[in-house]
């Protein structure tokens, strides 16, 4: 989501996140071709997000950055359904009153805004997505920034976060499915020269796939592997022009035992992603460790924020 607020003329993007009593911040800078984390940090709030944020943005000279904040999962909706058939200008006008009939809050408590899904010419149906959250949560949001000295420039969702990462490791005219896992469950999209064409969430904690009893975390696999296989049979129904190559699954402590489980019950290749092969992260030795990897992957994502392709 776009915000009025005017950017600060730096480049990147440095991308924030509050989960619970922490903070999470990355920053990546573009220095042509490549791609630099030069900020990867989580800070203990104590329950006084403002004070922090305003002594970091003090200390840590966030203010002359353009910032995003990404917001939590219960935060916002997202929606998929056939583009109202209007001209361009109306498209997003026509879509706020379809989000109408899917939220269970006034439609002017809303706020909405609209990911384009583009298809082939041969294409029947023309999907979006639509974001929707309650203008007091990102009022909420605003406010606490603003209050800190904090300028915030966008607001992101995780979605679109994960969007970034996974065109990081797209192969040429091959799409790309990407599955991760943190603390609110799993996450699973599906990108195509850069752009989100599905998405699905799957109600597994990453606690649960690090239970010791191997029956347990057997029986999480194979639900996983169905909601994957479900999801990739509608996306080729749907989308036919899109051969996806592989999935990939974002850095996970070994003893999951889900790489292994999902290369023997789906029909792709399954890889494990290497966060640091795509993106320069030596600046950030900590980085190294796929725990942290995982913790981290949206965060980077949102810091991988670019303006012609971001809600």
């Given at each position: ?156 969702i995780p979605e679109v976060a994960q969007r970034n990462v996974s065109a990081l490791f797209e192969e040429d005219n091959r799409g790309l499915a990407f599955l991760a896992f943190d603390e609110s469950g799993g996450l699973l999209t599906v990108t195509f020269r850069g752009e989100l064409y599905l998405t699905r969430r799957i109600d597994i904690p990453l606690a649960k796939l690090l239970d010791k009893d191997p029956e347990s975390r057997a029986q999480l696999h194979e ?89």
């Amino acid at each position: 989501m776009k915000l009025s607020f005017r950017p600060q003329a730096l480049s990147g993007w440095l991308a924030l996140r509050q989960r619970g009593d922490e903070i999470d911040a990355a920053h990546i800078e573009r220095r042509g071709s490549r791609l630099q984390v030069s900020l990867c940090e989580t800070y203990r709030a104590g329950g006084d997000i403002i004070g922090v944020l305003s002594r970091l943005r003090r200390d840590k000279g966030w203010r002359r950055y353009r910032c995003t904040m990404l917001l939590g999962g219960d935060q916002y909706q997202l929606h998929s359904f056939d583009a109202p058939k209007v001209p361009a200008q109306e498209l997003k006008s026509a879509a706020r009153w379809r989000v109408k009939d899917l939220i269970d809050y006034p439609l002017d408590d809303a706020m909405v805004d609209i990911l384009d899904i583009p298809v082939d010419a041969n294409a029947r149906n023309h999907a979006v997505f639509a974001v929707s959250a309650r203008n007091e949560v990102l009022q909420r949001t605003v406010r606490r920034c603003q209050d800190a000295g904090i300028a915030l420039a966008a607001i992101d969702i995780p979605e679109v976060a994960q969007r970034n990462v996974s065109a990081l490791f797209e192969e040429d005219n091959r799409g790309l499915a990407f599955l991760a896992f943190d603390e609110s469950g799993g996450l699973l999209t599906v990108t195509f020269r850069g752009e989100l064409y599905l998405t699905r969430r799957i109600d597994i904690p990453l606690a649960k796939l690090l239970d010791k009893d191997p029956e347990s975390r057997a029986q999480l696999h194979e639900r996983i592997a169905l909601e994957v296989q479900r999801s990739l049979d509608h996306f080729d129904r749907q989308y036919s022009f899109i051969t996806i190559s592989r999935l990939m699954l974002a850095p996970l402590p070994a003893q999951t035992g889900l790489a292994e489980s999902l290369a023997a019950n789906i029909y792709l290749r399954v890889d494990l992603a290497d966060i640091c092969e795509a993106l320069d992260c030596q600046g950030i030795p900590e980085l190294s460790d796929p725990a942290r990897q995982g913790l981290c992957l949206q965060i980077l994502g949102a810091a991988l924020r670019d303006e012609k392709a971001a809600v």
